[in-house]
């Protein structure tokens, strides 16, 4: 308990620490690993119980990656990230077995190849968060990354369940084969007996309303196979519960499921990050620094040009082979786990070697996750130097308008740009749509609605969308990045007016303040809503109640808010 509570306390102040300087709390959790597991405390610290929470951390970690895996997401950026990411897990292979082979300690080729092996693959966890802070989950660049992880993923759970045929020992065909055969009829075990055990239960539980029956019921089916995929079938009991998360997936319970399991698979990732923490040694890496030094070029350097010459040579704008690749320079949780199952279960690595890369992974973190959000800005930079950054995207230009029809450019064609574009459109307006995902846009100009593909805070896409002839660009996604495109926007038109849809008063003001013709908060207008009700319902009329939350607004965002009754109603 001392062991547990001194641990997490630590990860909760340093994952704190860590978020306020923007970064990634992973970094605070190792951090508090390394320094939990120093006598400065008058404890002895426990490392076999944070190893053994590890396990189970990692169990949950991997049921969350198939609970999440859907093939349509690779199939999206197949002809990127598939090719994209079997070639540079070759490059870092290669690279990794080069680099150990000569600078590590004197290990033969073999260990050598399973160095390689740890350093290959990027964390998912990481790059989710930094694509995350920086908006760019639903972005081009966000799907082609996360399908380039998927790839790394699935490739890592092969490497989990190829491992025991491996060093099995005996005749490694033989174990092949046999393992292929049990691997099998595994799949199948866990299709059927996810399709009419696992539903049945968990059907008959939510009928029940037991949120805490339903919990237990989805931990049972990730650490249930996983341990029958270990002791009956002899695979990983990481694959079984990569397995599992992918059979509740594609349920109709899924979404359910992820979201009583995720929030127990991210408390005990503390643990997992808090034990790689606590098997660090500074002095091992200072020790080995040539080969620290070298692994971190690897994963800093090779790996992103590397990945930004094969999405490049796929033919993909240099915006997006740049930021792709940038997103990639890390090493993250498959790192540690293949190390410690490969220095701990096989011995083909030495604890040095695990201490390294643990070095390399926390530092390349902190790194990654602090200079990421410059990338953007720098790119922005070259293109206003008239540097080709961005492709303009496969649709032609928009014509001008006509005359007796005004543009207005509406980003984002949720449910809230469809109404928006319906309005409009009914009174006449010509609207173009700016969308971020490709089937929308293919679906919209199948239906003869101006469309377009592509970032809206970029200048040629504006361009293309016809800013300059335009009156107007409404925002209508709140997670869009509204005061970038603002700025694109009035950078080609100083008139165009700019409306922006936000989550939050606060980053309503924000954008009022930098010069927004208007904006609307869900916050501030769900209040003005349910007050003019409440008002009306005790004897306001309806006029008195609408001047009531009007002037409400006016004291809430200054002169710049629509108060006049006629634009209101307009």
């Given amino acids: 308990m001392i062991t547990i509570a001194l641990g997490i306390t630590l990860a909760l102040v340093l994952g704190m620490v860590a978020q306020r300087l923007k970064l990634s709390p992973l970094v605070g959790y190792l951090i508090a690993g390394i320094l939990a597991a120093r006598p400065w405390w008058g404890v002895e610290v426990s490392k076999e119980t944070v190893d053994l929470c590890s396990e189970f951390a990692v169990i949950l970690l991997l049921f969350g990656v198939g609970l999440q895996f859907h093939i349509k997401d690779l199939v999206a950026v197949q002809k990127v990230a598939v090719p994209g990411a079997l070639a540079c897990i070759t490059l870092m292979v290669g690279v990794g077995t080069l680099v150990f082979h000569f600078l590590g300690m004197e290990a033969g080729w073999d260990h050598s190849v399973m160095y390689g092996l740890c350093i290959c693959v990027s964390s998912t966890v990481v790059l989710t968060r930094v694509l995350g802070d920086n908006r760019l989950l639903s972005t081009p660049v966000g799907h082609t990354a996360l399908g380039w992880l998927v790839v790394e993923d699935i490739f890592t759970i092969l490497l989990l369940v190829l491992l025991p045929a491996i060093f099995g020992g005996g005749n490694l065909l033989e174990a092949f084969f046999w393992m292929v055969v049990k691997l099998a009829i595994l799949l199948v075990f866990v ?22 029956l339903f919990t237990l019921a989805v931990l049972v089916a990730a650490l249930g196979i996983a341990v029958v995929s270990d002791r009956a079938f002899d695979a990983s009991t990481e694959f079984g519960a990569f397995l599992s998360g992918m059979v509740l997936g594609q349920s109709k319970y899924a979404a359910r499921a992820a979201g ?82 490969i220095a701990d279960r096989y011995h083909m690595l030495p604890p040095a070697a695990t201490n390294v890369i643990t070095g390399v992974a926390i530092i390349s973190i902190v790194v990654n996750a602090a200079c990421y959000r410059f990338v953007p800005a720098i790119l922005d930079n070259l293109e206003s130097r008239g540097m080709r950054i961005s492709l303009p995207p496969d649709a032609s230009v928009v014509p001008h308008p006509s005359e007796d029809r005004q543009r207005v450019i509406v980003v984002g064609y949720g449910p809230c740009g469809e109404l928006v574009c319906d309005i409009l459109s009914r009174q006449n307006f010509e609207v173009v749509v ?53 700025a694109a926007a009035r950078g080609i038109n100083p008139r165009i007016r700019v409306m922006a849809h936000t989550a939050y008063i606060r980053n309503a003001q924000d954008l009022l303040a930098d010069g927004a013709e208007a904006t609307f908060s869900g916050e501030s207008e769900a209040a003005l809503a349910m007050a003019t009700y409440i008002l009306t319902q005790e004897g306001l009329t309806p006029e008195d109640a609408r001047r009531e939350g009007e002037a409400a ?7 710049t808010s629509v108060d006049q009754a006629e634009e209101d109603e307009a």
């Fill in 260 to 341: 009583d399991a995720l929030p127990m698979r991210d408390a005990f990732a503390v643990l997992f990050f808090l034990s790689i923490g606590m098997g660090f040694e500074f002095g091992g890496l200072v020790e080995h620094w040539p080969l620290a030094l070298a692994t971190l070029a690897a994963c800093m350097l090779v790996k992103p040009l590397g990945a930004f010459c094969v999405v490049r040579l796929l033919g993909k704008s240099v915006r997006r082979s740049t930021m792709v690749g940038a997103a990639l320079s890390q090493i993250g949780e498959f790192s540690f786990i293949l190390a410690a199952l």
């Fill in 434 to 486: 700016l969308e971020m995902n490709i089937d929308t846009v293919t679906r919209l100009t199948e239906r003869g609605i101006p469309a377009l593909y592509g970032d809206a805070r970029l200048r040629p896409i504006l361009t293309m969308a016809g800013a300059a002839d335009a009156i107007g660009i409404i925002v209508t996604a709140p997670a869009a990045p509204a005061r970038e495109i603002a």
């Fill in 191 to 212: 299709k059927y007996a996810g399709k009419f055990f696992i539903s049945k239960i968990l059907n008959r539980i939510s009928r029940s309303n037991s949120n805490e």
């Fill in 553 to 559: 607004k006016l004291r809430l965002f200054g002169e």
